[in-house]
């Protein structure tokens, strides 16, 4: 039997010698090459011709194509499994709608490594449990997940993210944040978790006015304004979800 062919873009050197290393103890996946950029790897495909690309890199380019719609572009039949990824909603929709095919989270083991990558080689998709509602939802239109804009983008948060900064603002409580974006209360405290570290601050009452101050315009307040009384019921309409 042939040994799957694996490829590698990632900037950082010991992580792909790390990589290297995986593969090479297995008998039934071969590595064919690595590159620090999405352009030296445009340049370095079509001589190694890979079953699989395993890509770690923004999603977010500034208005630029990323480095997986280049390598989309380019060979769109290549299978493309994104390694190392965050568990935020918004990155693994727009990894899908670039042409993913897989999608490893950060905190993966190596033995996952291995069982996504012979999963592609088998036409297979390979979608973290904790996010497969969300791709769900986004392929019955229960959400969208449009571009960001430069105010969504303002101190490097996300859309989810940004969508939690009002409410917090506004006092909600995990639950009724998790209530009202019809997600779970581990997915909100993760996201939180988040924006206290992009913004510097301790604590959850800081952030609406840190993000204030960075992007000089007003945070807006959501129209309920007795959160206290909005336990289960209320939900954001399916046209203005993420």
Known sequence: MSRIRVYLVNDNRLLRESVKRLFDL????????????????????PRVSPDILLLQCSLSEGGRPSALQQVKARFPRLKVLMLGMSEDEDEFITAIR??????????????????????????????????????????????TYPTRSAYETAAGLTVREHQLVPLIAARFTNKQIADRLGI??????NHLRNILRKLKVKHRFEIAGQLAKQILIPIPRPALTNPHRDRTTARIPSSSRI
């Open 26 to 45: 297995t008998s039934d996946i071969g590595w064919v090459g690595a590159a620090a950029t999405a352009a030296i790897a445009l340049e370095d495909l």
């Open 98 to 143: 670039c042409g993913a095919r897989g999608y490893v989270l950060r905190d993966s083991s190596t033995d996952d490594i291995l069982e996504a990558v012979r999963a592609l080689y088998r036409n297979e998709a390979v979608i973290p449990k904790s996010l497969t509602l969300a791709l769900v939802e986004f392929a019955a239109g229960v959400r």
């Open 184 to 189: 779970s209360e581990q997915t909100v405290k």
